[in-house]
């Protein structure tokens, strides 16, 4: 028996994509929302996997909220890098399956290791 707990969050963050040609090569702004899933085997005796609020906090103390991404990373700072950062920065703390990245309402990246 498992569970998947899901939190979402978002950000406000501006970037530009090197070596990319297009319009996204220039300096440009998102409202990012970030989803975070977490697999859970055990519930303690409240029923409770763990608490949202604490995925939620640990989510909100590793987004990069209002900076310019670029400034803030040492990679070119796409959808699917962004997963890949969110995923390893929160994996020491949770058993996380999955993040995904929404750079608006129609385009997003999922990182996960188990592909």
């Not at 530009?16 to 970030?34: D, N, Q, T």
């Not at 859970?40 to 310019?68: M, S, Y």
């Not at 990679?75 to 929404?102: C, G, H, M, Y």
């Amino acid at each position: 028996m498992s569970w998947i707990l899901r939190v979402r969050d978002t950000f406000q963050a501006a970037h530009y994509l090197k070596e990319y040609e297009g319009k996204c090569e220039k300096l440009h702004g998102h409202s990012f929302r970030v989803e975070v899933a977490v697999d859970i085997i055990e519930l303690d005796r409240t029923g409770l996997g763990i608490d949202f609020n604490v995925i939620k906090q640990k989510l909100a103390a590793v987004l990069p909220d209002h900076t310019l991404l670029n400034d803030v990373y040492d990679f070119n700072p796409s959808a699917e890098n962004l997963a890949r950062r969110i995923f390893s920065d929160l994996k020491p703390f949770f058993p996380v399956r999955e993040v995904t990245v929404w750079e608006s309402e129609d385009a997003s990246a999922t990182f996960t290791e188990d592909r």
